[in-house]
Each structure stands twice: as structure tokens, then as C-alpha cells.
């Protein structure tokens, strides 16, 4: 079974500080890592994707994320804290093999992000 | 070219009623995938469909049922309908059936009074 902690429910950042969200997974197999974006009223949009090629993942609007597998960690962040970037962000996990449901991801409770001017 | 389209974007029902969601993928997608996100939690897998066919099941009532058309779009309905059902119910499409990524809808948010 597979499985994401998001660390802190809510993380405050000041505007142009260091934005850092955090993130472990718990899998029986090598797993695929992603982090999404969710604006109010609004579906989930893909940040960035961790499918075992390079472990530092660079995504849209600036941000990245570093696969460490000694940690279970996968951790967004961003150098410099935008008022647009204030919405709630999920880490999600799936199998990197074929099998029944082989594409669900499985999803952290989430993390809103407040960025105050 | 057009994203996830999902309809309604909200249905307000009552207890023990029925209710039919509707999705359609991106254009040249042919996986469909449905969660549903309850108020402060993260979405939770209800069903995939590839190629018209289950390929996967998450753990809810056998309440909950959906099908994938000719054209890949994707129905998920919902029978005697309960307060815990209400939330917002989101649809995913992906190319294919391995390693793609996601594009989810805006979702369908359904209040059961």
C-alpha cells in the first residue's frame, strides 16, 4: 500500500521568503511523486512529476522538488514567494508498475499556503 | 485546445436520490479517472476506465458506478444518495495507461441535503 504525509496543514510565508512544503510517501515499490495545485473553486493543476529519472524536479512558476529516496522525502519549495502562489497544494504518489489500478494516485490531506505582502 | 470539461459544476440532491456526473477528456486521451475530494481532505481514487474497460477500483460502495463511452468520455453515477457523499468529484483524463500525467477537470460539486 502507498501512502503521503504532507507536514503542516498551513504554512504562512512572507512575500518574496522561501516557500517550503513538505512531503513523505510510504510505498512497497519505487514510486511515482507528483505535487498539484488547487486554486478555490478550481481543480487540481500539475506543479511537477518525479518518475525516477532526475531527482531534482524543476516545475511550472517556479518551483522544484527533490526526490530523496534515504528520506522517503519529497519536498516542494520555491526560492521567492509570489501573492499568486497562495492556494492549497497536495503531494500525490503512484506505482511505477503495471498492475490493477495502476493509475491512481494517492493523495496527501494538503497544505494551503497563505503569502502575506 | 479545451482541458477536462466536467458538468454540471454543481447538483444540489436530496437523500436516496440518484445522480449522474459526466466527464469529458482531453482531446487524444483515452483514461479517465474519478476522486473525490471531501472539504478539507485530499481526493480519493474512486474508479479508472481505459479503453472502455475498469482498470481500477478505489474502496467506496458498490453505490458507486461508471462507465466509459465509444468517444472516451465517462459517466459516474451515484445511487441512494447520502449526506457523506457531498463534495466535490473530480475528473482526470491521461493519455494512456502508464506513465502520463493526470489533467484533472474543475470538478462537480455535489451537496446532498
Known amino acids: 500500500a502507498q501512502s503521503v504525509t504532507q507536514l503542516g496543514s498551513h504554512v504562512s510565508v512572507s512575500e518574496g521568503a522561501l516557500v517550503l512544503l513538505r512531503c513523505n510517501y510510504s510505498s512497497s515499490v519505487p514510486p511515482y511523486l507528483f505535487w498539484y495545485v488547487q486554486y478555490p473553486n478550481q481543480g487540481l493543476q500539475l506543479l511537477l512529476k518525479y518518475t525516477s529519472a532526475a531527482t531534482l524536479v524543476k516545475g511550472i512558476n517556479g518551483f522544484e522538488a527533490e526526490f530523496k529516496k534515504s528520506e522517503t522525502s519529497f519536498h516542494l519549495t520555491k526560492p521567492s514567494a509570489h501573492m499568486s502562489d497562495a492556494a492549497e497544494y497536495f503531494c500525490?504518489?503512484?506505482?511505477?508498475?503495471?498492475?490493477?489500478?495502476?493509475?491512481?494516485?494517492?493523495f496527501g490531506q494538503g497544505t494551503i499556503l497563505t503569502v502575506h505582502p | 485546445d479545451a482541458g477536462v470539461t466536467q458538468s454540471p459544476t454543481h447538483l444540489i440532491k436530496t437523500r436516496g436520490q440518484q445522480v449522474t456526473l459526466r466527464c469529458s477528456p482531453i482531446?487524444?486521451?483515452?483514461?479517465v479517472s474519478w476522486y473525490q475530494q471531501v472539504l478539507g481532505q485530499g481526493p480519493q481514487f474512486i474508479f479508472q476506465?481505459?479503453?472502455?474497460?475498469?482498470?481500477g477500483r478505489g474502496n467506496f460502495p458498490d453505490r458507486f458506478s461508471a462507465r466509459q463511452f465509444p468517444n472516451y468520455s465517462s459517466e459516474l453515477n451515484v445511487n441512494a444518495l447520502l449526506l457523506g457523499d457531498s463534495a466535490l468529484y473530480l475528473c482526470a483524463s491521461s493519455a494512456g495507461w502508464g506513465n502520463q500525467p493526470q489533467h484533472f477537470g474543475d470538478g462537480t460539486r455535489l451537496s446532498i441535503l
Open positions: 500525490a504518489v503512484r506505482r511505477n508498475a503495471g498492475g490493477t489500478s495502476y493509475g491512481k494516485l494517492t
Open positions: 476506465y481505459y479503453e472502455k474497460e475498469e482498470r
Open positions: 482531446s487524444g486521451h483515452k483514461s
